[in-house]
């Protein structure tokens, strides 16, 4: 069979997440709100953390980054997504498909680090709330979120360049809805074996490290929470950590799930299913439960609905 580089120019074929059947239209149909609802979300979260002057604090600037990597994330898979679903065709250029590798790579490792630094945050703010000034000055939270954002584009940029290097000679069919690196590996010829092992040494600094820097983290902030005499500041307390313990339990659960697994536990339909959660349903639950459940961002909504119906009327 003939080798094939992706520098002849040859397509790749997403399969797509959907058919063309009733209930898939109608799943169709629910992604393309699910996404519109995750713009509007995010969107809104980063202009009520702009206008709002008592949300210029450093924990809220790192929310309106992670707001904005998650409307960038969805940005990169759904329309894509819906063009080649409702055009009938499913062709994918491979610098879109490179595109696609070092735009979720970049988004997904720089969201890792980021959400450590909301943990680091929220550890000084609880455990050392008299030292929070010095110890989270403005510099250290924007060398914090550009840090984030480096690093996750190196990573991006490194197994992107490494994964279109592979000659295809079989099936440039890619039984997905985007493109990402452990499908296009199953399609090569050559042998992967170090590659996949460079895969999860990445895993395991983007994933593991961040992952233990937050568990650190929250297991001091749980000791001094349990120290609290005020009943009232150990509600906040528990009310801001356990928004942030949700995200960071829906992102890092699907992104080990799909980056962490040995080769033969890979199923498809559930890699399907899976990535879909963590592109698409993920960053419109973020702003839901960092609405829900902190009591300084609804203030903050309720007010600013307040203003602007007072206004219209």
Known sequence: MENTNVTTGINFILLGLFNYTETHLFLFSMVLMTFLTSLMGNAFMIMLIYVDPRLHTPMYFLLSQLSLMDMMLVLTIVPKMAASYLRHTRSISPTGCGAQIVLLLTLGGGECFLLAAMAYDRYVAICHPLRYPILMKQKLCLHMTAGSWLLGGVDGLMQAGATLSFPYCHSREINHFFCEAPSLVRLTCANTMIFEFFMYVCCILMLLIPLSLILASYSLILAAVFHMKST????????????????????????????????????????????????????????????????????????????????ST
């Open 232 to 311: 009232e500041a150990r509600k906040k307390a528990f009310a801001t950590c356990s928004s942030h313990l949700a995200v960071v339990g829906l992102f890092y659960g699907t992104s080990m799930f799909i980056y962490m697994r040995p080769k033969s536990y890979h199923s498809v339909g559930h890699d399907k299913v899976v990535s879909a959660f963590y592109t698409i349903l993920t960053p419109m639950l973020n702003p839901l439960i960092y609405s829900v459940r902190n009591i300084e961002v609804k203030e903050a909504c309720r007010k600013w609905l307040e203003k602007h119906f007072k206004s």
